[in-house]
């Protein structure tokens, strides 16, 4: 049974940082591209970060290139997202991801971590 655990979430004011963390079991953590996603109230689901199965090739939104970094640790199998200089546009439950590497779609969800930014 696969299972995405994400933790890390709170309320934070405008500037602050806060680290997310997803912990994945059931899978074999290095076969798999890991993506964070959020989704604010009102709001479609969107694509915040990814990376490869070695963390040697990330991707950001343009909403937080710059702010956000993501990172794995195979060995631990869990995904990072380090997330400064946060903005009330930012808060928002965030989800963290998994797809097979080279497959399309995200296959696992986690069941989210809110953020709150306050200004």
């Known amino acids: 049974q696969v299972r995405l655990v994400e933790s890390g979430g709170g309320l934070v004011q405008a500037g602050g940082s806060l680290r997310l963390s997803c912990a994945a079991s059931?899978?074999?953590?290095?076969?798999?591209?890991m993506g964070w996603f959020r989704q604010a109230p009102g709001k479609e689901r969107e694509f915040v970060s990814d990376s490869n199965w070695s963390g040697g090739r990330t991707s950001y939104a343009d909403s937080v290139k710059g702010r956000f970094t993501i990172s794995r640790d195979n060995a631990k199998n869990t995904v990072y997202l380090q997330m400064n200089s946060l903005k009330p546009e930012d808060t928002a439950v965030y989800f963290c991801?998994?797809?097979?590497?080279?497959?399309?779609?995200?296959?696992?969800w986690g069941q989210g971590t809110q953020v709150t930014v306050s200004s």
């Open positions: 991801a998994a797809k097979l590497v080279n497959s399309k779609n995200y296959f696992y």
């Open positions: 059931g899978l074999i953590f290095r076969m798999y591209d």
